[in-house]
């Protein structure tokens, strides 16, 4: 089955740290770019992170440079979300996706994990 | 930054009819926009894309039509299944990808 799951979200304090992973199967993770994106029922969805399908190029929403880092490793099919200084408006749930193009970028996402809960409050 | 904006809110109707959302974006994005379905619990699921081309193993009653500046999401005849909320993205201005705030269409 073709499939994206994410782990490592939780409850954590303002400035703490958390690493997401997202596990990809059923397919060849190292041929498409993939994302972050997160989902507040107040903002709504919004674009966190991008990465190119080699992991030479990244790219992130304003609010989170500096604090984020994207990363995947092929060897494991997997993506990772390093996210360091937490804000209580980061809290959102957080999906990993992966872009529609094989082996070119579309920028639209065709497959979606079902998301990992990320609550920062103090 | 793009903004779209999705109306109505809220969509009341019942099975067999069609539904119609819509969504402006707030400079041209040419045809760059996509179309998700989220259920309650899930995840969201591409529907359409390129403002016009349905994704792989989605149903012919949806369509999406609109460029510049206006889009619009058709259901044709509504199936149980469909009761959801609905989401445009557009792409004109990657990386930076934003969304719209959503329509939900419910049962009457």
């Known amino acids: 089955e073709v499939q994206l799951v994410e782990s490592g979200g939780g409850l954590l304090q303002p400035g703490g740290s958390l690493r997401l992973s997202c596990v990809a199967s059923?397919?060849?993770?190292?041929?498409?770019?993939m994302y972050w994106v997160r989902q507040t029922p107040g903002k709504g969805l919004e674009w966190v992170a991008f990465?190119?399908?080699?992991?030479?190029?990244?790219y992130y929403t304003d609010s989170v440079k500096g604090r984020f880092t994207i990363s995947r490793d092929s060897a494991k099919s997997s993506l990772y979300l390093q996210m360091n200084n937490l804000r209580v408006e980061d809290t959102a749930v957080y999906y990993c996706?992966?872009?529609?193009?094989?082996?070119?970028?579309?920028?639209?996402?065709?497959?979606w994990g079902r998301g990992t809960l990320v609550t920062v409050s103090s | 930054e793009i903004v779209l904006t999705q109306s109505p809110a809220t969509l009341s109707l019942s099975p067999g009819e069609r539904a119609t959302l819509s969504c402006r974006a707030s400079?041209?994005?040419?045809?760059?926009l996509a179309w998700y379905q989220q259920k309650p619990g899930q995840s969201p699921r591409l529907l359409i894309y390129?403002?016009?081309t349905r994704a792989t193993g989605i149903p012919a009653r949806f369509s999406g039509s609109g460029s510049g500046t206006d889009f619009t999401l058709t259901i044709s005849s509504l199936e149980p299944e469909d009761f959801a909320v609905y989401y445009c993205?557009?792409?004109?201005?990657?990386?930076?990808?934003?969304f719209g705030g959503g329509t939900k269409v419910e049962i009457k």
């Open positions: 400079q041209s994005i040419s045809s760059l």
């Open positions: 390129d403002a016009s």
């Open positions: 990465i190119n399908s080699g992991g030479e190029t990244t």
């Open positions: 059923g397919f060849t993770l190292s041929g498409y770019e």
């Open positions: 993205q557009q792409r004109s201005t990657w990386p930076l990808l934003t």
């Open positions: 996706a992966r872009d529609m193009g094989l082996y070119f970028i579309s920028w639209y996402l065709d497959l």
